[in-house]
């Protein structure tokens, strides 16, 4: 495929689509599905309770789109259905820890300079923790002839920060070569993964955002979650230029930005050649980030905190005030992650129902 420069080449499959996602807790509150390892890595247990997710979402929400009548199984690689980075840090050694009612934890690995310092990008076909996921996709492949989805690829500083831990905000200053190797080998490590996962189901970024496969499949979205910690400056000296490098190399590219404050990197976002698709945290300035990214499609994202406590017509409020800041609503979508057990459905029919309504009358 050429390489586009600029955004504005890709455009959503249905008009303001609308998606979301319930965090763990939810689904073994209400369901009793468990998201310990074999969740993940068991072929057996990854079809079924992928497809029992399904079915569930159909029964309580189908007259929304959600879920799937008569639900099949199907080779899914990764969890579609929550939001759960852990794979890159794995690969790279951190330890992860499993839960029943939670996605996977990754346990800082607190590396020495030294220990930095001999870091290598891994050979995935040897890697104790990718060897996990080629091994369910060769078996599910075996088993059906084809694969589906992808897995959650994190983010160059998420998963430095893994690594490193908070002295890598000291190494920025005071050892900044020291900064820019370690981020270096994340990111080649990211780029091998999503590469590999991308040839063989041609997706990369439905794990990280269902969104994704409601706007366009092929987006690969980079989670940009910890530049809420950074300023600009850093930003632009440390982590533009992975953005830049992976929207030419992963094209259709997205940036995920889930922090309160995308409008202060907005004008290095812009700088992205070809960043088609941007994932807006709530709280950021919309209006803001739509005047410096007039082309791109935002996804709009709703606090899941505040869909969980709030009246429903507070929720709704949350909803037209971001319709109303996004720009042009064919360049829109909504969605809400990690919706927790406290959420009331009504709450999330509030959701869907005022995105209709902006469908039909628009804003």
Known sequence: MPQETQAGNIVPRTFLPVEVVFHPSWWNKHYGIKFDERFFFDPLARVERERQMRAALYARFGDLGLGEAHAAPRPVIGPVHLAAGFLPSAVLGCEIKYYDHASPEVIPANLTDAQVMALQVPDLETNPAFQKLIALMDTLEAQSGKLEGDVNWEGVQNVALNLRGSQLFVDYYENPALARRLLDV??????????????????????????????????????????????????????????????????????????????????????????????????????????????????????????????????????????????????????????????????VRAIFEIAEKYRKYGA
């Not at 000296?237 to 992975?242: H, K, R």
């Not at 404050?261 to 070809?274: N, P």
């Not at 935002?298 to 996004?326: G, H, I, K, N, W």
Request: net charge positive.
């Open 186 to 347: 994340c990111a080649r490590t990211i780029e091998a993964m999503t590469q590999y996962v991308r040839r063989r189901t041609g997706s990369t970024s439905v794990a990280v955002n269902r969104i994704v496969g409601a706007v366009d499949s092929r987006i690969s979205l980079h989670s940009n979650c910890t530049v809420a910690m950074i300023s600009a400056r850093t930003y632009r000296e440390y982590l533009l230029a992975y953005d830049q490098q992976f929207a030419r190399d992963l094209y259709p590219y997205g940036i995920h930005h889930c922090g309160v404050d995308m409008h202060k990197v907005r004008a290095e976002y812009a700088k992205v050649d070809g960043a088609e698709f941007f994932d807006v945290g709530w709280g950021s300035d919309v209006a803001a980030c739509r005047a410096a990214l007039p082309r791109a499609i935002f996804s709009l994202r709703m606090s899941p905190v505040r869909v969980a406590t709030l009246t429903r017509d507070q929720v709704v409020a949350d909803v037209e005030a971001l319709l109303r800041a996004a720009g042009p609503l064919e360049r829109a979508a909504l969605c809400c992650i990690n919706l927790d057990g406290r959420t009331p459905d009504e709450n």
